[in-house]
Each structure stands twice: as C-alpha cells, then as structure tokens.
Nanobody, 115 residues
C-alpha cells in the first residue's frame, strides 16, 4: 500500500511559479515510477511528468521546459516545480505512484492560473 498527499497548490498569476509536493508513505526507493498528472474541468486526466527510481524523467510536450519533476529521497517526497504558468495549466494536479504493478493516487491539489 502507498498513501500519497499533495500540497502546494493555489492561485497564481500567468507567468508565475508554484511548487507542488507529494508526501509518500513508504520508502520512495521501493517505487518504480512517480508522476504528476492533471485534470482540467471537462477534460480527461493527462500526464504532466514522471520520474523513475533511477532518476529518468519524462514530460508532456505542453509542460516541457517549464516544469521540473524531482525526488527528495531523504524525505520520501516528490516535487513538481512549475514556472511560466499559463491559464491552460489550470487543473487539479494528482500525484501518482506505480508500486507492485498497481497505480496509487493522491486526492489532488487545485492549481488555478488567472489574473
């Protein structure tokens, strides 16, 4: 079992930055892949970024160059640094863990980009 809790969402102006954090309930080295997904109103959930146990990263084209995913192994936390935010980044952001062939999800954190 893996419990995930996101934090760091909020309201930000276009061009601003936010840093999301995901607290993981077990040793992060035991988890194959950690990721951030997002779901905008009326749209399907989509991948934003993933990071493997070995540190390899993958980004959606829409966030490449603006978002950075990282792992804090000492604190069992995954971060998503989001820069140059756009209104179209507005969504609920979900932390995801692939562990023992199962997907686990956090409850999500709202990110709103608006002036």
């Amino acid at each position: 079992q893996v419990q995930l809790v996101e934090s760091g969402g909020g309201l930000v102006q276009p061009g601003g930055s936010l840093r999301l954090s995901c607290a993981v309930s077990r040793n992060i080295f035991s988890i194959s892949v950690m990721g951030w997904f997002r779901q905008a109103p009326g749209k399907q959930r989509e991948l934003a970024a993933t990071i493997s146990r070995g540190g390899s990263t993958n980004y959606a084209d829409s966030v490449k160059g603006r978002f950075t995913i990282s792992r804090d192994n000492a604190n069992n936390t995954v971060h998503l640094q989001m820069n140059s935010l756009k209104p179209e980044d507005t969504a609920v952001y979900y932390c995801n863990a692939l562990f023992a062939f199962r997907n686990y999800w956090g409850p999500g954190t709202q990110v709103t980009v608006s002036s």
